[in-house]
């Protein structure tokens, strides 16, 4: 049967207190009803349920296979979901999946949807050690579901019910375009509840089939910032154990943070406090110290990074040491066994192999050759203040410390630059090219206070 996915995604979150809507908030660095859209994206066709701050979630998913569906009232799940309705294939099978509930599996979705083929309902349950908050099952002495009490109109008895509603479910499009018109609002919190279709369903004779999930962790919603900062520690301690399952040699499970993909080689080493943004993928016996970023990078095999280093955009070539203390910024190409040491900068640039940058330069737009030394200090002008340029350094060259290299312009293979360089045209290969002024003596200067000292002894 045809499945379609509604993602309720209208809500305010007012609990988050936040101007940004509640499921644009990020879990490990991707907003939480993006997870929702990535985990069932080829299920089926999806609905997203747009209200509160609309224009941001659509923007949000504007390059994603979705269509949108606006509430313009938030009144309820229920209300929500009816407003999706009218798009939905009525001989079709709904998913509805809640864009604040991040953490749940393809398999889990598929276990419900499985459920309503076989023509129940399927609703996503759990049992948890703190309950406050959710909708209670109710079942009746056989043990079938036969309804859900949301908190605020629980009874004393049905608040310490353990097992509760995660809010996923799959019903028959034809059961929601029944029951829906059906909801009524009259309730504590005056909202059209999604929930009360349960008891549609079980006083219909449609059999409700509760899947009970195993790990609160998966089914978890976010309401407020402690939450979000809850799941986002489960979240990465999961990754955490990935990586050490892999391989890898983790300090700290609590102290490294994956916003993204990372991809490892054997024998890596990730030392306390790293952070890696977007795809990043580490060869073989890579080394990684404290107080690192890497964000969308490559990492060749045997790269040692030192403490505190940035690197974005980067590709890094076997046996490079970068760092501490150095920034590598997109379009940076590092050759194999190059170096890049403290406080250096570079953009754009290619350093080749077995070249050294190693102390307080910055490198941006440039192709730099191989076995090069660029002493420390040195920098290339690449902006005009309109337009960027390119510097060249051939092969094997040498620049002495704190020179200036003002773009465009080629350094030849095995040239030689005298230290305090500043140099706007092309420097010949070979030999020693010098810009700098000469030193000048002046024998017999006296420095003003000399000057007044010496009067004030002649006067006394
Ligand atoms: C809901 C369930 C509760 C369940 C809990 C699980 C109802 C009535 N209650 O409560 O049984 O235990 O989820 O996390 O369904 N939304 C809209 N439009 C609206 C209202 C909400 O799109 O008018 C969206 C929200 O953006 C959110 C989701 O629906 O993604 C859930 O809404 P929320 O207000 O968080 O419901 P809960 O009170 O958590
Ligand atoms: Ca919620």
């Given at each position: 049967?045809?499945?379609?996915i509604?993602?309720?995604a209208?809500?305010?979150g007012?609990?988050?207190?936040?101007?940004?809507?509640?499921?644009?908030?990020?879990?490990?660095?991707k907003?939480?009803?993006?997870?929702?859209?990535?985990?069932?994206?080829?299920?089926?066709?999806i609905?997203?349920v747009?209200?509160?701050?609309?224009?941001?979630?659509?923007?949000?998913?504007?390059?994603?296979?979705?269509?949108?569906?606006?509430?313009?009232?938030?009144?309820?799940?229920?209300?929500?979901?009816?407003?999706?309705?009218p798009?939905?294939?009525p001989?079709?099978?709904?998913?509805?999946?809640?864009?604040?509930?991040?953490?749940?599996?393809r398999?889990?979705?598929e276990g419900?949807i499985?459920i309503?083929?076989?023509?129940?309902?399927?609703?996503?349950?759990?049992?948890?050690?703190?309950?406050t908050?959710?909708?209670r099952?109710?079942?009746d002495?056989?043990?079938?579901?036969?309804?859900?009490v949301e908190?605020k109109?629980?009874?004393?008895?049905e608040?310490?019910?353990?097992?509760?509603?995660?809010?996923?479910m799959?019903?028959?499009?034809?059961?929601?375009n029944?029951?829906l018109?059906?909801?009524?609002?009259?309730?504590?919190k005056?909202?059209?509840?999604?929930?009360?279709?349960?008891?549609?369903?079980?006083?219909?004779?449609?059999?409700?089939t509760?899947?009970?999930?195993?790990?609160?962790?998966e089914v978890?919603?976010?309401?407020n910032?402690?939450q979000?900062?809850?799941?986002?520690?489960?979240?990465?301690?999961?990754e955490?154990?990935?990586?050490?399952?892999?391989?890898a040699?983790?300090?700290?499970?609590?102290r490294?943070?994956v916003?993204?993909?990372?991809?490892?080689?054997q024998?890596?080493?990730?030392?306390a406090?790293?952070?890696?943004?977007?795809?990043?993928?580490?060869?073989?016996d890579?080394?990684?110290?404290?107080?690192?970023?890497?964000?969308?990078?490559?990492?060749?095999?045997?790269?040692?990074?030192?403490?505190n280093t940035?690197?974005?955009?980067?590709?890094?070539?076997?046996?490079?040491?970068?760092?501490?203390?150095?920034?590598?910024?997109?379009?940076?190409?590092?050759a194999?066994?190059?170096?890049?040491?403290?406080?250096?900068?570079?953009?754009?640039?290619?350093?080749?192999?077995?070249?050294?940058?190693?102390?307080?330069?910055?490198?941006?737009?440039?192709?730099?050759?191989?076995?090069v030394n660029?002493?420390?200090?040195?920098?290339?002008c690449?902006?005009?203040?309109?337009?960027?340029?390119?510097?060249?350094?051939?092969?094997?060259?040498?620049?002495?410390?704190?020179s200036?290299l003002?773009?465009?312009?080629?350094?030849?293979?095995?040239?030689?630059?005298?230290?305090?360089?500043?140099?706007?045209k092309?420097?010949?290969?070979?030999?020693?090219?010098?810009?700098?002024?000469?030193?000048?003596t002046?024998?017999?200067?006296?420095?003003?206070?000399?000057?007044?000292?010496?009067a004030?002894?002649?006067?006394?």
């Amino acid at each position: 049967m045809n499945v379609e996915i509604v993602v309720l995604a209208a809500g305010k979150g007012s609990r988050m207190k936040s101007k940004l809507p509640k499921v644009l908030h990020r879990l490990a660095g991707k907003a939480l009803a993006e997870h929702v859209v990535d985990t069932v994206e080829g299920l089926g066709k999806i609905h997203l349920v747009v209200g509160h701050g609309a224009n941001q979630v659509e923007d949000h998913f504007s390059e994603r296979a979705v269509s949108f569906v606006t509430q313009t009232e938030q009144l309820g799940t229920g209300h929500a979901v009816a407003q999706a309705m009218p798009n939905v294939d009525p001989e079709s099978i709904v998913l509805i999946c809640y864009g604040d509930v991040p953490g749940v599996r393809r398999e889990t979705y598929e276990g419900l949807i499985a459920i309503a083929e076989h023509g129940d309902v399927g609703l996503l349950t759990i049992r948890i050690k703190d309950p406050t908050g959710y909708g209670r099952i109710i079942r009746d002495e056989r043990g079938n579901v036969v309804g859900i009490v949301e908190q605020k109109e629980a009874t004393i008895e049905e608040l310490s019910i353990d097992e509760v509603n995660t809010g996923l479910m799959a019903v028959k499009a034809k059961y929601l375009n029944e029951w829906l018109p059906k909801l009524s609002a009259a309730n504590s919190k005056g909202e059209y509840y999604l929930t009360d279709i349960i008891s549609m369903a079980s006083n219909n004779g449609v059999k409700v089939t509760a899947m009970m999930g195993r790990d609160e962790k998966e089914v978890a919603g976010i309401n407020n910032k402690e939450q979000l900062a809850v799941m986002e520690r489960a979240w990465q301690l999961r990754e955490a154990r990935r990586l050490m399952q892999a391989g890898a040699t983790v300090i700290d499970p609590a102290r490294i943070d994956v916003r993204g993909t990372l991809k490892i080689g054997q024998d890596v080493f990730l030392d306390a406090n790293i952070l890696f943004e977007g795809l990043v993928v580490l060869g073989d016996d890579v080394q990684i110290a404290p107080g690192c970023v890497i964000r969308n990078s490559v990492i060749g095999n045997g790269v040692i990074i030192k403490p505190n280093t940035v690197i974005d955009g980067a590709t890094i070539g076997d046996d490079v040491s970068v760092g501490p203390f150095a920034r590598i910024r997109p379009g940076t190409v590092l050759a194999p066994d190059a170096q890049v040491g403290n406080f250096v900068e570079v953009k754009n640039a290619t350093i080749g192999q077995a070249s050294k940058v190693n102390h307080l330069s910055y490198i941006g737009d440039a192709e730099v050759g191989r076995k090069v030394n660029v002493g420390a200090g040195s920098i290339t002008c690449n902006y005009d203040g309109v337009k960027k340029h390119t510097t060249h350094i051939g092969d094997e060259a040498f620049i002495g410390s704190n020179s200036t290299l003002i773009a465009p312009i080629n350094v030849g293979d095995n040239a030689f630059v005298g230290a305090g360089s500043t140099l706007s045209k092309n420097v010949p290969a070979q030999d020693l090219t010098i810009a700098r002024a000469e030193a000048k003596t002046i024998t017999g200067w006296q420095s003003p206070l000399v000057k007044a000292q010496k009067a004030e002894a002649s006067e006394s």
